[in-house]
């Protein structure tokens, strides 16, 4: 029998990472902006660009940061409200909070992506929206898109948790006005901490750049038009958000192990995602047909079980060894979003809560090998049969 693999042990950072992170140790060369060019966060931010196929691209501390700033960037108005979808990270109806607007929470449906009809209805009394491809669940873009172009409200991509996703051959985080990135450690590229944001917008960029931490001229460091910059010197206020040279460093050798572990979680993903389907107790729901995606983690909605035996479901493949969260299903689950409660009073939205109440997260990273995935997926599947026993599926 194969052991049950840690899907939580990250995969180690590529050797070629220590030659340049001994070169800035030793001359302590950390900051973005003390060289006059090609800091290694300068070279991050083109190589990312180009691997994207956006124009620019602007390295910082968080993804929450680049949301912040990109909610920023778009000058909307004190109290300006921002779509939002209702399954989504905490951090995100954090930063629509950090930067003085309003969320707005969309429902999302049994398949975690966002509800069209409830998202049409919103859409009208919004100012900007943020979609969430959670966990890399990529929402109808194409509809949302053609709403929102007609609607000239902004989209902000959340592609956190999607790099190397796409939509009809696009990358996600290229289809809306900006998108932001994470490269905290549990995303595809681990930084520990980090994020970038993309865009095709010479101006958003440049105020994205001063807002970051540019200040006095370090803007003239970015490949962006100059008059971009020039008429916003000394209009907006600095955040400090910038990326260290050292986490650049760290998040440059990765770009080139991005393919495999695409492929690879992808295959993890759909080689697990089959045999949780053959159990009568589970479903994992279909991608749309635009989305080519890339996993590293599984979600599955259980079926036909009630809130006792979904925890009891939860406690034995933990004690077998895997743990899955049910994002409803706990007092503190960022991802539910009854619990934001720094918001007031979240509306009820009652498809997102079910959907929450039987959604299981399981990672699954790409360094897993197919005999892991196996053994992941027997536990799991052995587990719900040991609660439902001789039960009958619906
Ligand atoms: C991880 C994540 C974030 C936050 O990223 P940080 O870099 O930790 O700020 C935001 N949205 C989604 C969907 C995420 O998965």
Known sequence: MTAIPNVYAAEPIPDSAMQEVQRLLSTGDLFRYTAAEDS????????YAALLGSKYALAVSSCSAALFLSLKALDLPRDAKVLIPAFTFAAVPSSVVHADCIPVLCECQDNYRIDMDDFAVKLPNVDAVIISHMRGHTSDMDAIMTLCDAANIPVIEDAAHSLGTTWHGRNIGTLGKIGCFSFQSYKLINAGEGGILVTDDADLVARAIIMSGAYEHNWQ?????????????????????????????????????????VTDGRRNHDHVATQLNASPWFNVPEKLAPELRAPDSIQFNLDGLNEVQTREFARISAEKGVKVQVFGLSSDNARAFWNWQFLGDTPDLPQTRAMLNKACDVRLPARLSLADCDAVAKLLVESVAQVMGNAIAA
């Open 40 to 47: 290694p966060v300068a070279l991050l931010e083109q190589e």
């Open 221 to 261: 460091k970015h490949p962006v038009l100059q008059d971009a910059f020039a008429k916003w010197q000394n209009q907006l206020p600095l955040y400090n958000l910038r990326l260290s040279n050292l986490s650049a460093a760290i998040v440059r050798p990765q770009l080139g192990e991005l393919a495999r572990r």
